[in-house]
């Protein structure tokens, strides 16, 4: 994650002390996410947040899910008792996040048990839904077990988010979803995906944040897993253009005196790229801001280290996107033991990926800052996970020394 408020807009936020190691003195900023957080001593010593699929069941039909979700209960879906010795697990190992995530997590008729087993083994627990079927009452119900956080997705306005979604009216309930969660004080951000079909309305989303009053969004890069296609993905001029719009709008909200946490997600050169206008902008605030995104150190602790996943049956894969590789299943072995062993190749390889980069990611300038960005998009292209990822953006000059 790349926190352009705090990055390009010098706006602290709650998730500062996970992302940067402290929270900058002298900047004021909001308190709706990942609060409490201790400072982290070094990112490589971050535990994971953890993905967990609780359900591979779905109410919409996207057209670029990364589990390929359906209406159908898979058979093999971790019971109520083996979720509640995951999670006990996940506390010991003390993890700073637990996000529940589907499919549909809603669709679970025991979501909001697990969740509060959740909360009481002392775990931080964050939903990740499509927001169509958060009524009054399950707002209620999400705010009362205690998810700090829920993020709602969207993939446009109106008919561009039905068209994305694959139902009709998926957008207006998107909308009452978000209502009704603000409406009681429920801490709640829009999450969207940045495809061709879409960049085109982010003037519209950030818009749509201001008039609603969302004090979050993400802005995720797309990744080529499950139904997610690559001739989806932006290209790499829109890739700019995209960053250039979000930075504009972001840093003009806040000036405005709005608070407003947004962030860029699985493309880490994004951190090099708003560096690199800082330079042009203000050299003294570059590097700080420099100082930061190393400490960060972008993909390099990010797969593997940083992020990990647990599907509906159990499996333990590299993050959410790379389902395809597992690395043991939690039924069999604890997942803080599966996560610290290295003897699978590319586990080992992933909590130390930068002597294995390839091309012009291993004599990139910005290494240190991007870390080689999402190593699961270059083995989709190039089934070589440390080859340059295919999405990086930035030009031969750029990167050179």
């Given at each position: 994650?790349?926190?352009?408020?705090?990055?390009?807009?010098?706006?602290?936020?709650?998730?500062?002390?996970?992302?940067?190691?402290?929270?900058?003195?002298?900047?004021?900023?909001?308190?709706?996410?990942?609060?409490?957080?201790?400072?982290?001593?070094?990112?490589?010593?971050?535990?994971?947040?953890?993905?967990?699929?609780?359900?591979?069941?779905?109410?919409?039909?996207?057209?670029?899910?990364?589990?390929?979700?359906?209406?159908?209960?898979?058979?093999?879906?971790?019971?109520?008792?083996?979720?509640?010795?995951?999670?006990?697990?996940?506390?010991?190992?003390?993890?700073?996040?637990?996000?529940?995530?589907?499919?549909?997590?809603?669709?679970?008729?025991?979501?909001?048990?697990?969740?509060?087993?959740?909360?009481?083994?002392g775990l931080r627990p964050v939903l990740s839904t499509n927001g169509t079927?958060?009524?009054?009452?399950?707002?209620?119900?999400?705010?009362?077990?205690?998810?700090?956080?829920?993020?709602?997705?969207?993939?446009?306005?109106?008919?561009?988010?039905?068209?994305?979604r694959g139902v009709a009216g998926a957008f207006g309930k998107a909308m009452?979803?978000?209502?009704?969660?603000?409406?009681?004080?429920?801490?709640?951000?829009?999450?969207?995906?940045?495809?061709?079909?879409?960049?085109?309305?982010?003037d519209q989303i950030f818009d749509f944040l201001l008039e609603e009053k969302?004090?979050?969004?993400?802005?995720?890069?797309?990744?080529?897993?499950?139904?997610?296609?690559?001739?989806?993905?932006?290209?790499?001029?829109?890739?700019?253009?995209?960053?250039?719009?979000?930075?504009?709008?972001?840093?003009?909200?806040?000036?405005?005196?709005?608070?407003?946490?947004?962030?860029?997600?699985?493309?880490?050169?994004?951190?090099?790229?708003?560096?690199?206008?800082?330079?042009?902008?203000?050299?003294?605030?570059?590097?700080?801001?420099?100082?930061?995104?190393?400490?960060?150190?972008?993909?390099?602790?990010?797969?593997?280290?940083?992020?990990?996943?647990?599907?509906?049956?159990?499996?333990?894969?590299?993050?959410?996107?790379?389902?395809?590789?597992?690395?043991?299943?939690?039924?069999?072995?604890?997942?803080?033991?599966?996560?610290?062993?290295?003897?699978?190749?590319?586990?080992?390889?992933?909590?130390?990926?930068?002597?294995?980069?390839?091309?012009?990611?291993?004599?990139?300038?910005?290494?240190?800052?991007?870390?080689?960005?999402?190593?699961?998009?270059?083995?989709?292209?190039?089934?070589?996970?440390?080859?340059?990822?295919?999405?990086?953006?930035?030009?031969?000059?750029?990167?050179?020394?």
């Amino acid at each position: 994650m790349i926190n352009v408020s705090k990055i390009y807009a010098s706006h602290s936020t709650t998730g500062d002390p996970l992302r940067y190691g402290h929270q900058h003195q002298g900047q004021v900023g909001h308190s709706h996410h990942f609060k409490g957080h201790q400072t982290a001593k070094s990112a490589s010593e971050r535990r994971p947040v953890v993905v967990w699929n609780i359900s591979k069941r779905c109410n919409l039909k996207c057209i670029h899910c990364y589990t390929n979700s359906d209406c159908n209960l898979a058979p093999d879906e971790l019971s109520f008792a083996e979720g509640q010795s995951l999670m006990r697990d996940l506390a010991e190992f003390k993890i700073p996040a637990l996000l529940f995530s589907g499919g549909e997590p809603l669709m679970r008729p025991d979501v909001f048990d697990l969740a509060a087993y959740a909360v009481k083994c002392g775990l931080r627990p964050v939903l990740s839904t499509n927001g169509t079927l958060i009524t009054p009452p399950v707002a209620q119900k999400i705010k009362d077990i205690g998810f700090i956080y829920a993020g709602i997705s969207l993939d446009g306005i109106g008919s561009t988010n039905d068209h994305f979604r694959g139902v009709a009216g998926a957008f207006g309930k998107a909308m009452d979803g978000f209502r009704n969660c603000l409406a009681i004080g429920q801490r709640v951000g829009l999450r969207l995906t940045l495809t061709r079909q879409n960049v085109r309305d982010l003037d519209q989303i950030f818009d749509f944040l201001l008039e609603e009053k969302i004090p979050r969004a993400c802005f995720y890069h797309l990744v080529y897993s499950g139904r997610g296609k690559s001739e989806d993905d932006l290209t790499h001029q829109e890739s700019r253009q995209a960053l250039d719009i979000i930075c504009r709008r972001t840093r003009a909200a806040i000036e405005s005196g709005v608070d407003l946490d947004i962030l860029t997600v699985d493309n880490h050169v994004d951190g090099p790229y708003i560096y690199l206008k800082l330079l042009q902008e203000d050299p003294t605030k570059a590097e700080e801001m420099r100082k930061l995104l190393e400490w960060n150190g972008g993909g390099t602790f990010s797969t593997g280290v940083g992020i990990g996943d647990i599907d509906w049956a159990g499996n333990v894969h590299p993050d959410q996107f790379w389902q395809d590789k597992t690395f043991g299943n939690v039924r069999e072995r604890k997942f803080s033991e599966i996560w610290l062993d290295t003897s699978d190749e590319l586990m080992a390889g992933l909590k130390n990926r930068l002597p294995l980069l390839k091309g012009k990611c291993a004599t990139c300038r910005f290494l240190k800052m991007c870390g080689g960005s999402l190593r699961v998009r270059a083995f989709r292209v190039y089934d070589d996970p440390w080859m340059p990822d295919p999405a990086c953006y930035l030009t031969d000059a750029e990167i050179a020394d």
